[in-house]
């Protein structure tokens, strides 16, 4: 049987793809580039042919998967979408990521990754994240000049939130404040107090500029 080749493209998506692979398989420690190549079926010199280096490779991977990275490349259709009113944006960007990262094994194990080592790679990808962050937050801004409530400090709650709620479910698969998130009734009551702490919190800074306005 001849043997397939490969083209630069299919090669370099067997390549991203193998990055999961490892993830899944050994965690992020296993990521190195005999196990990675390993994992794709391929030389590992096609590594250092295609990307810069093994660290290269990671970060390509990690931007497909993060889910702040899609969203910052859909943040202009969003914003139009929601003609600009960013209660309606945050809620989408809030209840689409706990429901992405509930259901993304590799995701979850990027994140604990993330809060767990140094890298260069994960830095790049948390300043990407940024840059999504300030792009909503001077949008924000309009809506919240001139009143105390500071929407940042609550954003990064409930992300963190999230983050730690869904990690907690999938390791120990037990209760968290009596609510099993490893059931979709569970999901729809984290959901829905996403959408309730994100409505008073902007009524609250409604509420401060009509009496400024008044006063």
Avoid at 49 to 60: A, G, K, M, P, R
Avoid at 113 to 118: F, L, V
Avoid at 181 to 190: A, D, F, S, V
């Amino acid at each position: 049987m001849a043997k397939q080749y490969l083209g630069k493209e299919q090669s370099m998506c067997k390549l991203v793809a193998a990055v999961g692979i490892v993830i899944r398989a050994k965690g992020y420690k296993g990521l190195t580039g005999t196990n990675i190549a390993k994992a794709a079926g391929l030389s590992k010199r096609l590594i250092y042919i295609y990307f810069e280096s093994v660290e290269d490779l990671i970060e390509t991977y990690i931007r497909q998967k993060d889910y702040y990275a899609g969203a910052s490349s859909n943040f202009p259709h969003l914003q139009s979408s929601k003609q600009n009113k960013t209660y309606p944006i945050l809620i989408d960007l809030l209840t689409n990521q706990l429901e992405q990262f509930y259901k993304d094994d590799e995701l979850q194990k990027i994140v604990l990754w993330q809060i767990s080592e140094r890298s260069k790679v994960m830095f790049d990808v948390c300043e990407e994240r940024e840059k999504l962050g300030s792009k909503f937050f001077r949008l924000a801004d309009l809506e919240f000049k001139g009143t105390s409530v500071d929407l940042r400090a609550v954003t990064g709650l409930l992300v963190a939130g999230i983050y730690h709620m869904v990690l907690h479910a999938k390791s120990t698969d037990s209760l968290f404040c009596e609510i099993d998130l490893n059931t979709p009734e569970g999901l729809e009551r984290i959901k829905k107090a996403i959408i309730d702490i994100l409505g008073n919190t902007y009524n609250k800074a409604i509420s401060e500029r009509k009496t400024n306005s008044i006063n």
